[in-house]
């Protein structure tokens, strides 16, 4: 079934071929037909120049809104806050009194921002999306870093950070956070914490409210190489936990490890500052037992931060692994990516393929570790066969490095901010300057000559719960009765660090589709079968028909 919704894209790619005017298609693609470069390689629009910070961390929220935030301690930002406000802190180590933000929220309709008040340091911390919508942001470093800090959506301008200092039981720096079936948040590691709490916290803090996990000391080498691990929750409720070369399965509440699954092959890590990046593959709901897969792209050799440190950049990983943590014996698949990659960002599309974004070709992640902007993306076609998956898309004239993001939007694009490799905010005689820019690329499913196949979603009807069937009703110009037409949801992910957290994608399990009117059909499908395949909370609901998607609309499940 996946197979077939997969190769759909192909397929609408040669059906197109034949129904398209030839004036609209300017490039020859080698297998005959001919398609514009939008609708080949994408397209790269520049959304902001300046958005006032540098987009460390991305959140996209339920009103299509994007939190975005860098650090506190930076020194001034190019963006004042509101109302002549200063943020006085005795313990920032660049600026005690500071009137700029170090977040905004980004209105994605109307393109717009405005500044935010966050007042203790959030640099390299990390959130997850409540149930209720809310982002439930942890950490950070220095009077940040026990600090939890809420936002909640508003249609107005009313929201704003509000804190709870103290708040987590150990300092979290460079940890990770996953939203878990029953709505808590579990937050795993940061340097040198090999234990994960939760929140919300189930008693006052006492030594005992953190669990300790040795994996992530056994996992630290001389770069660390282990921080920000990829943490991904499976559909048996544990937790999938990628840290340096090794992978196990987590069962949280128990504190145990369930499996210790191979190494990668090739021995070289994959996580912060050897930053590769990792996603959960789509899951499909279609055929039960859920078979579930991993993958992780990208990295530096081993021992590549040290030599970044001494002015010796070496070449990052071309490899990625995928591995079927469902097997019963599970190994590591290696692909190898078009170009090496270290900091890319690995965004799944509504499609179900992976876009990978951003980052460089040589060095590390870190204070100016980073060389050789790698700025065009990759899509990966996770069911086209071994070494024929990955296609190269047009570049981007921004280097995203060090502290860029990359997030999917309800409408399809992926917005990209960010890249600072410098310790303070550094526009001047530098190899890559700060960053405040804001971009969206567009995938090539975006482009128009695909607008007589793009389904439009009317609406929704009936309940999205678990196992509870509901249906889709979308209108669509050219309806390709030899097309597919599947229902997918996607979690928003909190982007930092090239890696998504939460981020999933859930193929509904289809009953059928009914024509109901004229260019106007119906589908029936049925909610995710558990929790643990998707955690309740709003989710972007795509129609994809013959591999062309819908704008999302949002939709909760519970
Ligand atoms: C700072 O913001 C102003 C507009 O408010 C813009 O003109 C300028 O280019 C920005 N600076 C940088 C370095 O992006
Ligand atoms: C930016 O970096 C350059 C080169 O290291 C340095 O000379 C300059 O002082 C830095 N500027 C700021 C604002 O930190």
């Given at each position: 079934?996946?197979?077939?919704?997969l190769?759909?894209?192909?397929?609408?790619?040669?059906?197109?071929?034949?129904?398209?005017?030839?004036?609209?298609?300017?490039?020859?693609?080698?297998?005959?037909?001919?398609f514009?470069?939008?609708?080949?390689?994408?397209?790269?629009?520049?959304?902001?120049?300046?958005?006032?910070?540098?987009?460390?961390?991305?959140?996209?929220?339920?009103?299509?809104?994007?939190?975005?935030?860098?650090?506190?301690?930076?020194?001034?930002?190019?963006?004042?806050?509101?109302?002549?406000?200063?943020?006085?802190?005795?313990?920032?180590?660049?600026?005690?009194?500071?009137?700029?933000?170090?977040?905004?929220?980004?209105?994605?309709?109307?393109?717009?921002?405005?500044?935010?008040?966050?007042?203790?340091?959030?640099?390299?911390?990390?959130?997850?999306?409540?149930?209720?919508?809310?982002?439930?942001?942890?950490?950070?470093?220095?009077?940040?870093?026990?600090?939890?800090?809420?936002?909640?959506?508003?249609?107005?301008?009313?929201?704003?950070?509000?804190?709870?200092?103290?708040?987590?039981?150990?300092?979290?720096?460079?940890?990770?956070?996953?939203?878990?079936?029953?709505?808590?948040?579990?937050?795993?590691?940061?340097?040198?914490?090999?234990?994960?709490?939760?929140y919300?916290?189930?008693?006052?803090?006492?030594?005992?409210?953190?669990?300790?996990?040795?994996?992530?000391?056994?996992?630290?080498?001389?770069?660390?190489?282990?921080?920000?691990?990829?943490?991904?929750?499976?559909?048996?409720?544990?937790?999938?936990?990628?840290?340096?070369?090794?992978?196990?399965?987590?069962?949280?509440?128990?504190?145990?490890?369930?499996?210790?699954?191979?190494?990668?092959?090739?021995?070289?890590?994959?996580?912060?500052?050897s930053?590769?990046?990792?996603?959960?593959?789509?899951?499909?709901?279609?055929?039960?037992?859920?078979?579930?897969?991993?993958?992780?792209?990208?990295?530096?050799?081993?021992?590549?931060?040290?030599?970044?440190?001494?002015?010796?950049?070496s070449?990052?990983?071309?490899?990625?692994?995928?591995?079927?943590?469902?097997?019963?014996?599970?190994?590591?698949?290696?692909?190898?990516?078009?170009?090496?990659?270290?900091?890319?960002?690995?965004?799944?599309?509504?499609?179900?393929?992976?876009?990978?974004?951003?980052g460089?070709?040589?060095?590390?992640?870190?204070?100016?570790?980073?060389?050789?902007?790698?700025?065009?993306?990759?899509?990966?076609?996770?069911?086209?066969?071994?070494g024929?998956?990955?296609?190269?898309?047009?570049?981007?004239?921004?280097?995203?490095?060090?502290?860029?993001?990359?997030?999917?939007?309800?409408?399809?694009?992926?917005?990209?901010?960010g890249?600072?490799?410098?310790?303070?905010?550094?526009?001047?005689?530098?190899?890559?300057?700060?960053?405040?820019?804001?971009?969206?690329?567009?995938?090539?499913y975006?482009?128009?000559?695909?607008?007589?196949?793009?389904?439009?979603?009317?609406?929704?009807?009936?309940?999205?719960?678990?196992?509870?069937?509901?249906?889709?009703?979308?209108?669509?110009?050219?309806?390709?009765?030899?097309?597919?037409?599947?229902?997918?949801?996607?979690?928003?992910?909190?982007?930092t660090?090239?890696?998504?957290?939460n981020?999933?994608?859930?193929?509904m399990?289809?009953?059928?589709?009914?024509?109901?009117?004229?260019?106007?059909?119906t589908?029936?499908?049925?909610?995710?079968?558990?929790?643990?395949?998707a955690?309740?909370?709003?989710?972007?609901?795509?129609?994809?028909?013959?591999?062309?998607?819908?704008?999302?609309?949002?939709?909760?499940?519970?």
């Open positions: 079934m996946l197979t077939k919704m190769t759909s894209f192909t397929l609408a790619l040669l059906l197109l071929a034949v129904i398209l005017p030839l004036s609209t298609v300017s490039s020859q693609r080698t297998d005959g037909s001919s514009s470069t939008f609708g080949s390689q994408g397209e790269w629009r520049l959304l902001q120049a300046s958005i006032g910070i540098s987009a460390m961390h991305m959140q996209l929220l339920r009103n299509n809104k994007v939190v975005m935030f860098d650090r506190t301690d930076f020194g001034p930002s190019n963006i004042s806050l509101q109302n002549g406000l200063c943020r006085m802190d005795p313990d920032d180590t660049v600026l005690k009194s500071d009137c700029t933000a170090h977040s905004v929220l980004y209105d994605i309709d109307a393109n717009t921002f405005r500044p935010l008040m966050v007042l203790t340091d959030t640099w390299c911390s990390s959130g997850a999306v409540r149930a209720d919508g809310t982002l439930v942001q942890t950490g950070g470093f220095n009077d940040g870093d026990h600090v939890v800090r809420i936002l909640a959506p508003c249609d107005d301008d009313s929201c704003d950070w509000v804190e709870i200092p103290g708040y987590l039981a150990q300092r979290r720096w460079y940890a990770t956070n996953q939203i878990l079936p029953d709505g808590r948040v579990i937050i795993i590691g940061g340097r040198r914490e090999f234990n994960y709490e939760f919300p916290r189930s008693s006052d803090i006492s030594p005992s409210s953190t669990n300790s996990l040795n994996f992530l000391r056994e996992t630290s080498d001389e770069n660390e190489n282990n921080l920000y691990p990829f943490v991904h929750l499976l559909p048996d409720g544990n937790l999938f936990v990628y840290a340096n070369t090794r992978a196990i399965s987590l069962d949280h509440n128990l504190n145990r490890v369930v499996t210790e699954f191979p190494s990668m092959p090739d021995g070289d890590p994959r996580n912060y500052p930053s590769g990046s990792s996603v959960l593959l789509p899951i499909d709901d279609n055929n039960g037992p859920v078979e579930t897969e991993v993958m992780i792209c990208g990295g530096a050799p081993r021992g590549s931060f040290s030599m970044a440190m001494r002015g010796s950049f070449r990052a990983l071309a490899t990625c692994g995928r591995i079927k943590v469902t097997d019963e014996n599970p190994s590591w698949a290696m692909e190898t990516m078009p170009m090496a990659r270290v900091m890319g960002d690995m965004v799944i599309l509504p499609t179900g393929d992976v876009i990978i974004i951003n460089a070709g040589s060095g590390t992640a870190g204070w100016e570790h980073g060389r050789n902007p790698v700025t065009r993306p990759v899509i990966y076609h996770p069911q086209a066969g071994p024929t998956g990955f296609w190269v898309m047009g570049p981007s004239t921004r280097p995203r490095m060090y502290h860029s993001t990359a997030v999917l939007l309800a409408d399809g694009r992926i917005l990209v901010g890249s600072n490799p410098h310790v303070l905010y550094n526009f001047t005689d530098v190899n890559y300057p700060t960053d405040l820019s804001l971009e969206a690329y567009s995938p090539p975006l482009a128009p000559e695909y607008q007589p196949i793009r389904p439009t979603i009317i609406n929704v009807e009936g309940i999205l719960g678990y196992k509870q069937s509901f249906s889709v009703t979308f209108t669509v110009s050219r309806f390709l009765k030899q097309g597919i037409v599947s229902v997918r949801m996607v979690a928003p992910s909190f982007a660090h090239s890696f998504g957290m981020q999933r994608m859930v193929v399990r289809t009953i059928g589709v009914l024509d109901v009117g004229p260019n106007t059909h589908v029936n499908v049925v909610g995710p079968s558990t929790a643990e395949i955690p309740p909370g709003y989710y972007m609901l795509f129609v994809v028909h013959s591999g062309v998607p819908s704008t999302a609309m949002w939709v909760r499940v519970q």
